[in-house]
């Protein structure tokens, strides 16, 4: 079966840090531009990174500088490092891919979601 799955969500204090996974099965994660989107209760669901598996990876303004992403294609895990945590960051995260190098903003390009992880930061 194909799928993603997050882990490594939590509970922090402003300014501290959490790394997000998404490990792939059934898929060669190599192959697959990965999204990490974000939703806030009350607010719409937006990107905040894609890695397009060519090295290049595509942020959004408000975590630029913080937020980081490094693959591990042979355990087939992306990594989201998040350093310097801000309440506005609290939300749960989501793991999505698409096969290919081609990434997008749209929550509906990428072909396989995970379940979400929460984070949580304290001010």
Do not use: H
């Not at 190599?30 to 990174?49: H, I």
């Not at 998040?82 to 903003?105: F, V």
């Amino acid at each position: 079966q194909k799928q993603v799955l997050e882990s490594g969500g939590g509970l922090v204090q402003a300014g501290g840090s959490l790394r997000l996974s998404c490990t792939a099965s059934g898929l060669t994660f190599s192959n697959y531009a990965v999204g990490w989107f974000r939703q806030a209760p009350g607010k719409e669901r937006e990107e905040v990174l894609c890695n397009n598996n060519r090295d290049t990876t595509y942020y959004l303004d408000s975590v630029k500088g913080r937020f980081t992403v490094s693959r591990d294609n042979p355990k087939n895990t992306l990594y989201l490092q998040m350093n310097d945590l801000k309440p506005e960051d609290t939300a749960t995260y989501y793991c999505a891919a698409t096969l290919g190098s081609i990434c997008s903003r749209a929550w509906s390009y990428y072909g396989y979601y995970g379940q979400g992880t929460q984070v949580t930061v304290s001010s």
